[in-house]
């Protein structure tokens, strides 16, 4: 059993920035995908960002990219998303999620497990 906490999450002005982090613990976290989604009220999860066990790969939805970046340490079993140039529609929880086959790419059926999340509001 993979069990993820999330954090880092906040208030933030457009324009602002934050870094989220995910803690693993229950398993071996250097041969997970990982990634981070969010959800939005009334929207379906979405995925943000993933990271490939050996940090060859990353992967972003469109709307991140250059703003965003996910990053992992294998020896502290964390994974980070760094997001910058904030805007309001970023407000959403925030969730990371284990993919136990070592890809991070995207779908929310391709991960098996889940954090609780971690809100990130974005005013204008």
């Known amino acids: 059993q993979v069990h993820l906490v999330e954090s880092g999450g906040g208030l933030v002005q457009a324009g602002g920035s934050l870094r989220l982090s995910c803690a693993a613990s229950?398993?071996?976290?250097?041969?997970?995908?990982m990634g981070w989604f969010r959800q939005a009220p009334g929207k379906e999860r979405e995925f943000v960002a993933g990271?490939?066990?050996?940090?060859?790969?990353?992967y972003y939805t469109d709307s991140v990219k250059g703003r965003f970046t996910i990053s992992r340490d294998n020896a502290k079993n964390t994974v980070y998303l760094r997001m910058n140039n904030l805007q309001p529609d970023d407000t959403a929880v925030y969730y990371c999620?284990?993919?136990?086959?070592?890809?991070?790419?995207?779908?929310?059926?391709?991960?098996?497990?889940w954090g609780q999340g971690t809100q990130v509001t974005v005013s204008s």
């Open positions: 990271i490939s066990r050996n940090v060859a790969y990353t």
């Open positions: 229950g398993g071996t976290f250097s041969i997970y995908g």
């Open positions: 999620a284990a993919d136990l086959g070592g890809l991070g790419r995207g779908g929310t059926s391709k991960y098996d497990y």
